[in-house]
Every structure is written in structure tokens, then in C-alpha cells.
């Protein structure tokens, strides 16, 4: 088992902070992430028991 948490920065080593409400395995972009950095941590429990996170996200840009 594992809990999420989804994080955004101004740029790809700046500080990150996380997304409210963003703790589901997968993250729909909302407009606010324009612009923005995503990255994602993963804790796990049980068989597996440690904290991952994930390399950032190119910058997000609006479709179209």
C-alpha cells in the first residue's frame, strides 16, 4: 500500500510545496499548474516500507 503526495514548484529545483487534496496515485493539471513544476511522493507500508520522489516534470503547458 502507498500514500501520495503531489507537489509544485516555480522551477524544477526550486521549493516545492504540496498540492491540496492531491494525495489520489494519479493528478488531474488544473490551470494553476501552468507554468508550474510536478513532482510526486510515494510512502509506502508493508512489503514496502520507505519514502520515493519523483524527478520533476518538464514545465506544464496549456494544451492546444
Given amino acids: ?3 501520495y503526495k503531489w ?3 516555480d522551477t524544477s529545483d526550486g ?3 504540496d ?3 492531491a494525495t489520489n496515485a494519479s493528478y488531474l493539471l488544473a490551470a494553476e499548474d501552468e507554468g508550474k513544476y510536478i513532482k510526486v511522493e ?3 507500508t508493508g ?3 520507505g519514502t520515493v520522489l519523483s ?3 518538464t ?3 496549456a494544451a492546444g
Fill in 1 to 3: 500500500m502507498a500514500t
Fill in 7 to 9: 507537489k509544485r514548484a
Fill in 15 to 17: 521549493s516545492y510545496s
Fill in 19 to 21: 498540492i491540496a487534496s
Fill in 42 to 44: 510515494a510512502t509506502g
Fill in 47 to 49: 512489503k514496502y516500507n
Fill in 55 to 57: 524527478v520533476a516534470t
Fill in 59 to 61: 514545465a506544464v503547458v
